[in-house]
Every structure is written in structure tokens, then in C-alpha cells.
């Protein structure tokens, strides 16, 4: 028998965004997603994934209720959404003429620390993430994929309970983005809800609890890897045919044979 979970939960139902009067996200609605949870948000190009976060964030106009602990999200003021959301961007802008330490403190404001314990709170999530070596560096004399790990720091750093994460190991090598997804992980086994963009399906088949998979604004599967994976799901949703083999120590890999109907090679 599953329990009803009874802490905070996030609740997004009806969820409806369009960029002038056209519809991206119509109607959304999704099951519960818990603290704890890593989940992987994945879907083809343009299928409303970073506008879903963004739209969690405040950042694009949104109808439709989205619950947590019981407050309307979408109505939360900024020191009330600060406290209760870190988001990372696809990228920060790389003309900010802040350094990688001023652009995490920056996050951190609205959990009024006194100036010197932020300071140390800052420096031990760049610590956590490898670029403390990085901390007075502006960040545009960053790589892509250093201003990525920036864009992260700036994002935990608030130690907010629901975290969105665009795309976080795009610009990434196989290090950094271990390094990362080891992180991310952590801070959901922390009790943390995580929710990931993700387009590399072997990272979310690794690292999430639940993969949701978006199609053309709607959900088209939600469940576990071993679940959500499957061949069907690809030839609909990303118009390929591939396989999904299952390899030792659980890992999973999507072998891509070409466009939905084409015969394998
Ligand atoms: N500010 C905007 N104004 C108008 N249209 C937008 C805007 N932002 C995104 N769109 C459009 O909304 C759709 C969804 O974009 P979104 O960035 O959410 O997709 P995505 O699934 O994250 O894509 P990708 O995987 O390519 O990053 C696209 O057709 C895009 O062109």
C-alpha cells in the first residue's frame, strides 16, 4: 500500500504559457513531484522545457496553480520565491562584470547572513563544485563550461528547497559533468526536489528517480527510467528509431539507428 505523502510537495496543474498569444505550455498538469527527488525534464527541441522552469520561476507570465507546501507559487513575492526556488539559467550573460563570489553572494541575499558568514556559506558551495579557485574571477573572462558551473553555485548557493536546473552539464566534459550530476544527486538525497533539463538521456537514465518527458508542450510519459525509456517513447517523441539496452551496474544506453521508419543500418 503507498502512504499519501504528507509534507510539501510540488503541485502543478492546468499550467498554461504562451509567448504573444501563442500557446507553449497549454494545460500542463503533472503528478506530484517530492522533496528528495531528482527528476530529468526531457523532450526533442522547443517542446517548452526551460519555459516550464522559467515559468516556475516567475520569469514568464503563467496561468494555473502551482502548489508547494501549500502556497501558490506563482503568486509568492521575490524574497518568498528566493527562499523557495534556486534557478539556473541555460547560461549567465557573459558580459556580467561580476566576479564568480559576488554573482553567488548576490543569491544568497535573501537569507540575510551577516556579510562574513555568507562569505564562507559562498565560498564552500564554490568549494563543493570545484571552482573555488575561480572565486574572483569576472565572468567574462570564464569558459562556456565555467560559467556554467558558475551559473550552478549561483543556484545552490540559496539553499532553497525546489532547485531548476537548465541544461546543467551541456557545456560540460565527462569530469565536470560527473562532478555535477554527483552533486545535484546529493543535494536531492538532502531532501532536496530537483528538476533537471536534460538532453543527455544516459545522464538521466544515471542520475534521476523519475524522467518527464515533455512532447510539443504536453507530457508524454512520466515514470522511472526503466519506464519512461523505451523505444516507443523515442520513435514518438524524438522521431528515432533506437534501442534502449540495459548494461551492467543498472546503466542505460539509447543506441540511436536513424529517423522514425528508416530501416536500422
Ligand atoms: N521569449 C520568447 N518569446 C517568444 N517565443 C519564445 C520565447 N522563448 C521561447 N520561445 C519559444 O517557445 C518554444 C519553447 O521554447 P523553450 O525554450 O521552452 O524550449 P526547450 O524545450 O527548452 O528547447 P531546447 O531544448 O531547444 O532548449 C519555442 O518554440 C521557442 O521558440
Redesign the pocket.
Known amino acids: 500500500m503507498t502512504l499519501p505523502h504528507a509534507g510539501p510537495m510540488l503541485e502543478i496543474q492546468h499550467l498554461t504559457v504562451s509567448?504573444?498569444n501563442?500557446p507553449?505550455l497549454g494545460d500542463l498538469s503533472l503528478p506530484p513531484l517530492l522533496p528528495g527527488e531528482l527528476v530529468a525534464l526531457v523532450?526533442?527541441?522547443?517542446?517548452?522545457?526551460?519555459?516550464?522552469l522559467?515559468a516556475l520561476a516567475q520569469l514568464?507570465p503563467a496561468s494555473g496553480q502551482v502548489r508547494w507546501d501549500g502556497q501558490d507559487l506563482l503568486a509568492l513575492s521575490t524574497t518568498a520565491l528566493a527562499r523557495t526556488i534556486g534557478y539556473m539559467p541555460?547560461s549567465l550573460p557573459e558580459t556580467a562584470a561580476l566576479n564568480v563570489l559576488e554573482v553567488t553572494l548576490t543569491a544568497m541575499q535573501a537569507q540575510d547572513l551577516p556579510a562574513g558568514k555568507a562569505q564562507l556559506a559562498a565560498i564552500a558551495v564554490l568549494e563543493r563544485l570545484g571552482i573555488d579557485d575561480l572565486a574572483l574571477r569576472r565572468l567574462d573572462q570564464l569558459s562556456g563550461g565555467q560559467r556554467q558551473v558558475a551559473a550552478l553555485a549561483q543556484a545552490i548557493a540559496r539553499d532553497s528547497p525546489i532547485l531548476l536546473l537548465?541544461?546543467p552539464t551541456s557545456a560540460l566534459d565527462l569530469r565536470h559533468q560527473w562532478r555535477v550530476m554527483n552533486t545535484v544527486r546529493r543535494l536531492a538525497d538532502d531532501g532536496h526536489l530537483v528538476i533537471a533539463?536534460l538532453?543527455d538521456l544516459a545522464l538521466a537514465a544515471q542520475w534521476a528517480d523519475r524522467i518527464l518527458v515533455?512532447d510539443r508542450g504536453c507530457l508524454h510519459a512520466c515514470g522511472t527510467p526503466q519506464t519512461a525509456l523505451t523505444p516507443d517513447m523515442l520513435r514518438a517523441v524524438y522521431g528515432v528509431e533506437a534501442r534502449v539496452q540495459r548494461c551492467e551496474h543498472g546503466r542505460t544506453v539509447v543506441l540511436v539507428d536513424g529517423p522514425a521508419g528508416s530501416p536500422r543500418t
Open positions: 509567448y504573444r501563442h507553449v523532450g526533442p527541441n522547443a517542446t517548452g522545457k526551460s519555459t516550464l522559467r514568464v541555460q537548465d541544461e533539463v538532453h515533455l
